[in-house]
T-cell receptor
Framework: DQQVKQNSPSLSVQEGRISILNCDYT??????FLWYKKYPAEGPTFLIS?????DKNEDGRFTVFLNKSAKHLSLHIVPSQPGDSAVYFC?????????????FGPGTSLSVIP | DGGITQSPKYLFRKEGQNVTLSCEQN?????MYWYRQDPGQGLRLIYY???????QKGDIAEGYSVSREKKESFPLTVTSAQKNPTAFYLC??????????FGEGSWLTVV
């Protein structure tokens, strides 16, 4: 049973527009969420994170929103650039109980079209 | 430069052979991890270690073994018991309760 779900395997967006990547989780014990970006044949790179005590975190063009009641988070990229084309992984962990086990979603492949 | 170094980048294994993937970090992180990625799939946890001389099985530990004799090093052995070892392997590390950082990955192919 997948505890972290990314229901859209792929997403295409025009350059300059907003990209919205979604993630749902099932475990209510998760209290720390992360987004990673991965290019082919490279390791994932950390993008942005959010703790469950917040509902929004911004870093430049990237904003993560957390809706705890819906067990849903989303990553917004504005404006989208061709270099953003990559696979994006959502990840979650329960820092209070199992802080060293991070669960990853299956990823969403984002294509930004020039 | 601080970081996580995986070697080799590409490795070929014959049927029935054990191979070891190296992972070294100089970030002074306590926790280290091994993940596997198959084409079109997400990251699956093989083993993780919170402290030297201690490690735990992840979701897909069968056919793999690890050791954590030094804080900096967490090698992964893919044994002949692993029936489908061809994949992209990722090593990662973190401070306890903090963000995980990844190495560049190692490709393992069975020939």
């Amino acid at each position: 049973d997948q505890q972290v779900k990314q229901n859209s395997p792929s997403l295409s967006v025009q350059e300059g527009r907003i990209s919205i990547l979604n993630c749902d989780y099932t475990n209510s014990m998760f209290d720390y969420f992360l987004w990673y970006k991965k290019y082919p044949a490279e390791g994932p790179t950390f993008l942005i994170s959010i703790s469950s005590i917040k509902d929004k975190n911004e870093d430049g063009r990237f904003t993560v929103f957390l809706n705890k009641s819906a067990k849903h988070l989303s990553l917004h990229i504005v404006p989208s650039q061709p270099g953003d084309s990559a696979v994006y992984f959502c990840a979650a962990s329960a820092l209070k109980t199992s802080y060293d086990k991070v669960i990853f979603g299956p990823g969403t492949s984002l294509s930004v079209i020039p | 430069d601080g970081g996580i170094t995986q070697s080799p980048k590409y490795l070929f294994r014959k049927e029935g052979q054990n191979v070891t993937l190296s992972c070294e970090q100089n970030l002074n992180h306590d926790a280290m991890y091994w993940y596997r990625q198959d084409p079109g799939q997400g990251l699956r946890l093989i083993y993780y270690s919170q402290i030297v001389n201690d490690f735990q099985k992840g979701d897909i530990a069968e056919g793999y073994s690890v050791s954590r004799e030094k804080k900096e090093s967490f090698p992964l052995t893919v044994t002949s018991a692993q029936k489908n070892p061809t994949a992209f392997y990722l090593c990662a590390s973190s401070r306890q309760g903090s963000t995980i950082y990844f190495g560049e990955g190692s490709w393992l192919t069975v020939v």
